[in-house]
C-alpha cells in the first residue's frame, strides 16, 4: 500500500497502522510492557512522567520504582487491586509505523473485555511469565485471539531475570506454546524473552540475554504484515442510513467494508435482490470517481429502488450470500446465561434482527479443545450453535470478512449485549424448506367459524386461577358456538412435553413449542386459550413474536405469591418449601409479572366467574368473536 | 484520495492515517444518528469541537446537519470563544442551544470564589445533566479522545449513562469490531466519542488538512497574563481578581486546550499557525491536559467525574 501524504499529514510510512492486543494470564505483566513500551518509544512527556513517579511511590509494585502498569490501568479499581478490568487503549508511534494496542485483562471473569480487544487486532502479544510457564488462560488468550482472527503471534517470555535468563526454560515455554498454537491453526508465531520491568528485549536486544539473536519486541511489531486491505474483493456497502435532503437527491450513506465503487458500477441490493448502478459517490470531500474500503461514503443509484437501513450493496457480478439460518460460533458475554429457544436480537453490520438460538450443539473446552454438550452457554463460554433468524440477511463468512461475518446478540429487554457471534456457514436446510402458502387460508377458516383467530395467553404463578378462568371462558365461547381449543400446562406435559423438566432451558423450550403449537392452531382458525405459568417475558414476547398485531393477547392472571401459596389447591407448594420440588416458580425460581398485558385479572378483587366474563367481553370488544 | 493508477485497474491505493480516521468517525456518527432518537452535539468550542463538528457535517451532507449544538455554557469562558462560537453558528446555519445553570449562577458560583471542583460540578457536570434532561437528547456526541487521560482509555465509543447520567466503568458494554450498541431503556442516554481513536497530534494534522478554523487563542500572540500556582492565567475581562503583588504582564503565549479562562493555563509559544503549532508539539515534553486545573484535583479525577456525568 502507498500513499502520497498531502499537506498536513506527516511521512508516508506513519501511514500505516498496526493494532495489536496484548494477552496472557494475569500477573504476567501485561500492562507494564506496554508501559514500557510507551516509556521507550518516548511516547510518554514530562508530567505524565512525573505523575508516574508520584504514583509509583504511592501505589506502585515496584518498591517506589517506575512501576509502568499504573499508564495503562486507568480505572481507580484497577489501580487499587493492581489488576487490569478493561481493555485500555493507547496509541504511540515510532518512525516506522503507527500503533493502536488494546491491554486486555487476565482475569478470566474478564475475558469479555479481552474479547473486545481482539475483535480489532492485527495481532496479539501473549505474555507468559517464565517461572510458570503456559498457563490456562494463557491457551485461552490464544485460542481466542486465534477465534476472532488473528492470525499472527508474538509469544513473549516475560520476567525472564527471575529465571536466571535461563534458554533451556525459555525453549520449552516456546515449544509447549507453539504446540498448542499449531492445534488451533495459529502457525505464525514469534517468541521472545523479555524483561518488561526493565526493558531486556522490549526494544533493545538485551546484553543479557545473548543467546537470544531475534530482533526485540518493537522491532518484531514494526515488521509485522499488516491486513490486506481488501480492495480487490468485490464491492460490500452496508447501507447506514438514508439521506434524503430534498426530493432530487436519495443517497445511502455507509462504510465501505469490502472492495472498491465506481459511477457506473453494476450492484445488487441485498436481501431484496434488485438491480441498479451507481450513479454517484459522494465522499468526505466531494464527488468521487474511486472509492475504496473503508472509505465512508453516500452512494446514489442509477434508478429508482427500495433501499433501506440494513440493505446490503454488492457488486451485481459477485453477490453476498443471503440466508436466514447459520451456523455460527459464539462467546457468552453475559452473567446471565444464554439459554437454547430464546430469542435475541442480532447487529450484524448495520442490520438488527431478531434471532433463535435453536440448538446448541456445543461448548468447547478451550483449554482441551474437547467439544461438550450443553444447554446453556455461561459467561466466558465458547459454543457453537445454530441461528434461526426471522428474515433473511446478506453476510460472509467471519474468515472471509470480520464486518460481514461478526455480529453481536443484544438482550430484548436490558439492550445489553449479551454475546459476540462469528458467522460459520449458512445452513442449506433453510432454503429447500419453504412454507407451503395454501388456498384455504385462516382468515376463511375462521369466517367459517364466525370468528377471528387468536391467542388467549394467561399467565401467572401456580395456583393463580389460570386453568379455572380459562375453563370458564372456553365453556362460555362454547356456548356462543365459537371453536376453541385449551391448551393447558399440565395436560401438554403429559404428551407433548413429556421430556421436559422444569430448569429454566426447559421451561423456554415448553414455551416455544406451545407457542408454536398455537400458531398451528391459530393458523386452523381457532381461538385459543394457553393456560400457562410461563414465568419469563423473554419467551411471553417470542410467543408474541410468532402472531400478527391483534392476534396475541396476553392476560395476567395476577395472585400474589402469599395467596397462591395460602390456597395451594395441588399442594406444590408445600412440597416446594420442604425443597422436594427444584425451580418451582415464586419459591426458587423466578416469576417475571408482565409489563404491558392486553389484561390484568386481580383474583383478590375478582371471582373466577366475573373474571371469565370479562374476558369473554374483552373478545367481543376486540372482534375476536363476531355476532352471529 | 485513492485513485487507480493508469493502466492497472486493480492496484488501488489505500487510505491515508487521517482519512481512515476519519471514515471510522463519520460511521460512529451515521450509527448513532441511525439508532437514537434525540441526538445533540456538545459543543465546547475547542479543536477537538471543531473536528467533531467538521465530520459531522461531513457525514449527513448534502443534507444540513440533522441535530442541534449544545453548549454547557459556565459564563467563564474566554470572550473570544463566544466571539467564535456565535460565528461558526452563523456560518454554518447551525441550530445552538445554550445552557447555563441558573441554580448555579444565582448562588453565585465561580471558579474563582468556590475553586475547581465545585465550579466544575455544579456548572458543567450538573449543567450538563439539566441540558440533557430538559431537552430529553438520548444520545449526546462529544469529542473526547482515549489519548487525553486514563480513564478515557477505557471508555466505550458508544458509552451507556444511567437515568441519573451515571457512568458504570464496570458494567460497560462489550464493544466488538465496529458494532456500536446505542440501545437503550427508556430514561437512559448514550454519550458518543467519534474521536476516541484520534490523539492530540491527527487533531492538529486534521485541521491543518482541511483548513478547520478555531479560536485564535490557540496561536500565540501578546497576551496580558499573571503567574499563578506555576500556571499562567490570561486576565481576559475584569472578574479576575489580582492577588496582592500580581501585576498582569504582557506574554507571548498560546493556549493547548480551551475551558474556563481562570482555570486554564498559557504556554510561553511563539507558535502562531497551524504547522508552527504541530511542530512545538512534536517537540514537547508535556501532555495537553497539564494546562487544566481540574485533572490535578486529586487522582482519578477524571474518573469520579466521569462517573457523576460529566463529559
Redesign the interface.
Known sequence: ??????????APA????LRFLTCGSVDDGKSTLIGRLLYEANTL????LATLER?SR?LGSRAGELDFAL???????E?EQGIT???????FATPRR?F?VADTPGHEQYT??M??GA??ADLAVILVDARKGVLTQTRRHAYLARLLGIGAAVLAVNKMDLVGFSRATFERIRADFAAFGARIGLADISAIPVVATEGDNVCQRSARMSWYEGPPLLRLLEDAPLPD?A??APLRLPV??V???HAD?R?F???IARG?ARPGDAVRILPGGRESRIARI????GE?D???A???V?LTLASEVDVG?GDLIVAAESPAQVASQFEATLVW?HEEPLLQGRTY?M??G?RTVAATVAPLKHKINVNTLEQLPAERLELNDVGVCELELDRAIAFEPYAVS??LG???L?DRL????VG?GLINFALRRSENVHWQALDVDRQLRARQKGQRACVLWLTGLSGAGKSTIANLVEKALAAQGRHTYLLDGDNVRHGLNKDLGFTAQDRVENIRRIAEVSRLMVDAGLIVLVSFISPFRSERRMARALFAPGEFFEVFVDTPLAEAERRDVKGLYRKARRGELKNFTGIDSPYEAPEAAEMRIDTTQLSAAAAAQQIVAFLEAHKVTLPP | ????RSGDQ?R?????????L???S??IL??V??ECERPVLLYSVGKDSAVLLHLAL???????LPFPLLHIDTTWKFRAMYAFRDAVVRRHRLSLLVHVNQDGLARGISPISHGSQLHTDVMKTVALRQALDAHGFDAAFGGAR??E??????ERVVSLRSPQHRWD??Q????????Y?A???PG?TVRVFPL??W?ELDVW??I??ERIEVPELYFAAPRPVVERDGMLIMVDDERLPLRPGEVPQRRRVRFRTLGCYPLTGAIESEADT??AIIREMLA????E??GRAIDHDG??SM??KKQEGYF
Open positions: 500500500m502507498e500513499v502520497a501524504p498531502r499537506p498536513g499529514e506527516t506513519l501511514q500505516q497502522t512527556l514530562e508530567d505524565q504514583e504511592r499508564l495503562v490501568d486507568g480505572l481507580e479499581a489501580r478490568i478493561d481493555v485500555a487503549y493507547r496509541f503507527r493502536i469479555r473485555n474479547v473486545t475483535s480489532t486491505v480492495a480487490a447506514q442510513w439521506n434524503r435532503p437527491f443517497g450513506a455507509g462504510q472498491t459522494l465522499g468526505p470531500d468521487l474511486l472509492a475504496v473503508p472509505q465512508s453516500t437501513r458475554l436480537l447487529k450484524l448495520t470480520r464486518a461478526g455480529f453481536i443484544i436490558s439492550n445489553g449485549t459476540a | 484520495m485513492p485513485h487507480a486493480q488501488v491505493v489505500g487510505l491515508s492515517h487521517l482519512e481512515r476519519e471514515a471510522e463519520l460511521h451515521r450509527e444518528l441511525a461531513k457525514a449527513f451532507a448534502p443534507a444540513a482515549r489519548d487521560e486514563q480513564s478515557r482509555a477505557k466503568p464496570r460497560q458494554r462489550p464493544e466488538l469490531w465496529a458494532l450498541n440501545r437503550h431503556r437512559e476516541s481513536n490523539t494534522e486534521y491543518l488538512r497551524v504547522p514537547s515534553r508535556s501532555s491536559r497539564r487522582a482519578a474518573e469520579r
